[in-house]
């Protein structure tokens, strides 16, 4: 009864078909194998019909029996061997005279069988991206549809490696494809390829060298647009396009809804906790700045393979005369693009900066970026004359009294910017000179100097008038007579030990004699680092209780006894040690032991000496190094301390000076032109004063205002009753009447009501 | 006065614009952004000469066949059935038009394409049969039991008013063959002979009540028809060798002659476009009898026998039809068995 029942089922579909196979195989074979058939049969038409394939109707048959066949694909292995086959031959051979839509279809298909393992993931790719050529932008005018296949494949190929590269790295594909990719660079598909790349850049599947050298291969490409493409890429700047988890609309929360609910319902923890999460992801989202994100993709230019190659080319490319088909908005980015590796990696490009020349005059479009890219470009290595010329021209383009205090200012800072990482690129005079408008009126001008000013005193006082030389450097300058000048080529970096002077300073202060109590102490923590199963071999030697051990407890001998016995002492001291076991780690630890005594007893000797000497070291870097160096080994405590030292003086540090790393930093064109404000017109006043009334409601208050139109209620009414009428009624009467009890009870449940109302 | 918006827009022109460093210069109001580059202009051809003339007429019935609505493609295919006497050169459009008809859904549509096929001249539809061969197979493969059914007529007429009957059975006779099996349900290969009975049987029988029962007697007949022509040698096979020796002075002389089939060497597919298969054995050709009637003898009849046996049972007009088919079948099994047994003692 039961067949007969399936029997009835009758596939008239082929989806209906489809099901049943999936259910129950063996007893549709039949059935699949005359489908199958008919499949051949529409190939063969396919292929019979020479020109009026796109117009037969056979084609939504043959799309519907493609998706059957590769649904049903794993039930009949050997009916199908050929199959993924035909249909790869089909897509890289007649793909010229399928229909759009059932080209797709093959596409989905073939993704679908590599889904099920019938088919490879490298065939599936090979199968696929040569269509890029055929279908690319360059290639083709007359195809209306491929676009949409180039969009079909792009997602096909980033679903795929995605999904191969979820758990394990599948390396070996992932090298395939790169080299796929590096050797499918060409005109077509070369920004086909750029865009997959950099979308499997931002998803992190793939971020190895060999990826960027494809992007390097692409932003020497030559086409604009591939260009462009790969320098926004090194630059980051296209990070929130391809990014993921734009999560826009899925939690939108009214605010305002929020605050009503929190106003009717029970006041609970988790209300206001909801509460307080949604007014932060409002203000987190207002904060999000779309034209932000132009932070350098660090990881990508860290992985370049050739910095030096690859800024010398780009530089080639934007300098000579193949940059005619870059508009001015492409080369300001190549521009900023070059100078951040140049600056990042301290490259010399010399062309450079003559490069820049010509385009610093205040009238040029986007100078400030131009500014910017000069700025970041400028490095303590790069020859002074080479920067020189830049810092002049800027001076003679910019500052003058004859040019509006905003490109004065934008000068002025862009030539601070260019001198804090080069100092050494200004000769005096020009300095002196540009100095002099700290005296300007125009407050951005005024501004502008005095930073410079302030640089200066820092790094090269003596080059500044003795005006403007300030106390503290006046005083150096004087108490050095020699000075350390600024040479070129010699790294003004602190040698040794970065903060030194302050744990000297402090020691100091501190009054700190060589204590060997505390260093003791202070040597014990890294005795517990240095070996915890060292620990446990000494606590497991079996002692027996008729021997004398000789323990010699080495700290309290150490101070009691005279430097002569010194040596005999550090013998003992080994020795024990190595009784107490023989393990490699504890020998290192003793022989750390025999040093520090050995330097303690130099030290000793040197201390009368110092003391003699007059303290007059002022936190000098390098002889408080020199000092410390000779005296003492540093503890584990002891670099405590000197963090912590670091970390006080880093907040003053903070609130002036900045670090002396700039190379890497970029600056920020906008802010170039300081902050130059002028009186506003009243248009643009009352410009500012709608733009911040936009999205508010009017402010005053809503006193009589009537929300809905209504006639006077029954309360207002009551309310309005004068008071003579109503003094002799129960309902005023009665209040004072009302017993204790009574009167409790109204006013609990006031209280009541003005809680739940959140007073 | 002006509007209180004109004079204000006029104001408008005369604001001094600030510059600003770094920044742009404004664009000017009646600036043209002429950045943009066309790749080519399309100017649509118009012509008051075009005057619908009866070619036209009969053209756009030809596409009319590919209309959505079934009565449009019907009344196309009648216009067309009147007509393709007057338009000669059309001919090959018709035919490729009308072929894709045979997987029409609508009954009534195929019944009209029918009876034009019958019409046409053989000389044509031998012309252009290779489509209309595929379209047969692909309808006798359909899913829709209708256009299966009525699939065995379209090879009929093909091998009786269009005279493709020695083609058909040259170039295409496993094709055919598997089709027909699969038409009646029959299994071919014996893994699916348990489980296929449910589907052969409730198909062939009481799936489609009286037209699957017609259409199930006239699939017999059709492959009785086919087989015989395939398979069964000519009796005249002397008087056939007389006129070879009549034609040429030599015997093998008609195989170096230019061949008078239409597309003798299609099978060879130099020119045509295909997914290319090896070891495909649907587009073998086999030009002699022997080899068909081996092939078969050896693949097919065992099957064949076994279901018709049981046919045969079921009695009535299919009982008929399928005993005379197994008489036949049994005489060919006999020839080849007696051709076998000749060459083993030669």
């Given amino acids: 009864m039961a067949r007969k029942q399936r029997a009835a089922l009758l596939p008239t579909n082929i989806i209906l078909l489809q099901n049943l196979v999936k259910r129950d195989p063996l007893s549709y074979r039949e059935e699949f194998l005359q489908q199958y058939a008919h499949y051949e049969s529409l190939r063969d038409i396919l292929m019979a019909s020479s020109s009026s394939i796109k117009e037969n109707g056979i084609d939504e048959e043959l799309r519907e029996l493609i998706g059957f066949i590769t649904a049903v694909c794993p039930c009949y292995k050997e009916e199908t061997k050929q199959f993924p086959g035909e249909l790869k031959t089909l897509l890289s051979e007649h793909h010229r005279d399928l229909n759009p839509e059932l080209r797709e279809k093959i596409i989905q298909c073939l993704v679908m069988l590599r889904n099920r393992d019938i088919i490879s993931a490298e065939s599936l790719i090979q199968t696929i991206f040569p269509l890029l050529t055929e279908y690319s932008a360059v290639n083709n005018n007359t195809e209306t549809n491929s676009k949409a296949l180039r969009k079909q494949i792009f997602h096909t190929l980033v679903t795929l490696l995605k999904s191969l590269n979820s758990g394990t790295r599948a390396a070996r594909l992932n090298k395939t494809v790169q080299n796929l990719f590096l050797s499918g660079l060409t005109k077509e598909n070369a920004l086909f390829v750029t865009k997959i790349t950099i979308k499997l850049w931002y998803s992190q599947i793939w971020n190895d060298s060999r990826t960027v050298e494809i992007m390097v291969q692409s932003t020497l490409s030559g086409d604009a647009k591939v260009s462009v493409a790969g320098a926004r890429f090194f630059l980051g700047a296209d990070k929130d396009l391809y990014e993921e988890g734009n999560d826009d609309s899925d939690d939108e929360v009214d605010i305002s809804q929020l605050k009503h ?81 140049v600056g990042v990696n301290k490259l010399q490009l010399l062309g450079l900066y003559s490069y820049f020349l010509k385009y610093l005059t205040p009238k040029q479009q986007d100078v400030t970026k131009i500014l910017a890219a000069c700025a970041q470009s400028s490095h303590d290595l790069v020859p002074p004359d ?41 000769d005096q005079a020009l300095l002196q000179d540009l ?24 790094v090269a006082p003596e080059m500044l008038m003795r005006k403007d030389r300030g106390k503290e450097a006046s005083i150096k300058l004087q108490g050095s007579k020699k000075g350390k000048s600024l040479q070129f080529g010699v790294e003004s970096s602190v040698q040794g030990i970065p903060g030194i002077e302050l744990l000297d300073k402090w020691r100091e202060e501190q009054g700190l004699a060589v204590d060997d109590e505390n260093e003791e102490a202070a040597w014990e923590e890294q005795q517990k680092d240095l070996s915890d199963a060292d620990d446990i071999d000494g606590d497991w030697v079996t002692v027996e209780s008729d021997k004398e051990y000789e323990i010699s407890d080495g700290d309290d001998d150490k101070e009691d006894e005279d430097e002569k016995m010194a040596d005999a002492d550090v013998n003992d001291d080994s020795d024990s040690d190595l009784d107490l076991s023989d393990d490699d780690e504890s020998k290192n ?18 201390r009368e000496i110092q003391e003699a000497e007059e303290k007059k070291y002022n936190g000098d870097a390098e002889e408080s190094f020199k000092k410390l160096a000779a005296n003492r080994i540093l503890t584990p405590a002891d670099f405590a301390k000197l963090e912590e030292l670091k970390m006080e003086a880093g907040v003053e540090k903070l609130m002036g000076i900045k670090s002396s790393i700039r190379n890497e930093e970029e600056v920020d064109a906008d802010g170039l032109v300081g902050p130059v404000k002028r009186k506003q017109t009243k248009e643009e006043r009352i410009e500012s004063i709608r733009e911040g009334r936009e999205g508010r409601e009017k402010f005053g208050s809503r006193r009589g205002k009537i929300a809905t139109p209504h006639s006077t209620t029954n309360r207002e009414k009551a309310r309005k009753k004068n008071f003579i009428m109503m003094i002799h009624k129960r309902q005023v009467q009665g209040k004072a009447r009302r017993s204790l009890r009574d009167k409790q009870k109204v006013l609990q449940a006031h209280i009541e009501k003005q809680k739940k109302k959140g007073y | 006065m002006g509007s209180k918006k004109k004079t204000k827009e006029k104001k408008k022109d005369f604001i001094k ?23 080519s202009i399309s100017i649509p051809r118009q012509s008051v000469l075009d005057v619908k003339t009866n070619e036209a007429e009969f053209a756009k019935n030809i596409s009319l066949t590919r209309h959505a609505t079934p009565q449009v493609r019907k009344e196309a295919v009648l216009f067309l059935a009147k007509h393709w006497r007057s338009h000669p050169t059309m001919l090959a459009a018709v035919i490729s038009s009308i072929a894709k008809l045979i997987l029409d859904q609508s009954g009534s549509v195929r019944g009209e394409v029918l009876k034009l096929l019958k019409t046409l001249p053989s000389a044509s539809v031998q012309l252009h049969y290779t489509v209309l061969v595929l379209y047969v197979q692909s309808a006798m493969t359909h899913i829709g039991a209708s256009v299966r059914h009525d699939s065995s007529k379209f090879l009929e007429v093909l091998m009786e008013d269009g005279g493709c009957g020695k083609l058909l059975v040259d170039n295409h006779w496993i094709k055919l063959s598997r089709c027909f099996f699969s038409l009646l349900h029959w299994p071919i290969n014996a893994a699916g002979v348990g489980l296929a009975v449910t589907v052969g049987s409730s198909a062939g029988g009481g799936g489609g009540g009286q037209a699957a029962r017609t259409a199930r007697v006239r699939h017999l007949q059709v492959l009785g028809k086919f087989i015989e022509q395939g398979a069964v040698e000519v009796k005249s096979i002397d008087t056939e060798a007389g ?104």
Avoid at chain 2, 19 to 36: E, I, M, Q, R, Y
Avoid at chain 2, 251 to 263: A, E, H, W
């Fill in chain 1, 261 to 341: 609910h929190m106003k009717i319902n029970k006041k609970t923890k988790k209300q206001s906790k909801k509460f307080d999460s949604a007014v932060k992801t409002i203000k987190k989202k207002q904060n999000k700045d779309p034209n932000k994100g132009t932070a350098l993709n660090f990881t990508a230019v860290q992985l370049l393979r050739d910095p030096q190659g690859f800024a010398e080319n780009l530089f080639k490319q934007l300098a000579t005369t193949s940059a005619r088909k870059f508009n001015m908005e492409q080369k300001i980015i190549f521009m900023n693009l070059i100078s951040r590796i």
């Fill in chain 1, 386 to 426: 080479a920067i020189n010329m830049v810092v002049r021209k800027i001076a003679d383009e910019f500052v003058s009294d004859g040019v509006s205090t905003e490109v004065c200012s934008a000068g002025m800072n862009s030539i601070r910017e260019i001198l804090t990482r080069a100092p050494l690129a200004i």
């Fill in chain 1, 435 to 458: 100095t002099a408008y700290s005296k300007s009126k125009a407050k951005a001008v005024n501004i502008a100097a005095k930073s410079l000013i302030s640089l200066y005193r820092e």
């Fill in chain 1, 589 to 606: 630890f003793a022989k750390t032991k025999k040093n520090k005594t050995i330097s303690r007893k130099a030290k000793k000797k040197r």
């Fill in chain 2, 17 to 39: 614009q600030r510059l600003k460093v770094g920044k742009d210069k404004p664009k000017a109001s009646n600036h043209t952004d002429v950045s943009f580059t066309a790749k």
């Fill in chain 2, 243 to 346: 006129q070879i020796e009549a034609e040429g002075p030599h015997v093998s002389t008609q195989c170096y002659v230019t061949p008078d089939v239409p597309g003798p060497f299609q099978h060879l597919r130099l020119f045509a476009r295909a997914v290319n298969i090896e070891g495909d054995l649907n587009n073998m050709r086999f030009e002699d009898v022997l080899v068909r009637r081996k092939v078969l003898v050896d693949v097919f009849t065992e099957r064949m026998m076994k279901e018709l046996r049981s046919i045969v049972k079921e009695g009535g007009e299919v009982g008929r039809v399928a005993n005379s088919l197994s008489v036949m079948m049994e005489r060919v099994m006999e020839d080849e068995k007696n051709y076998q047994q000749s060459i083993g003692a030669s």
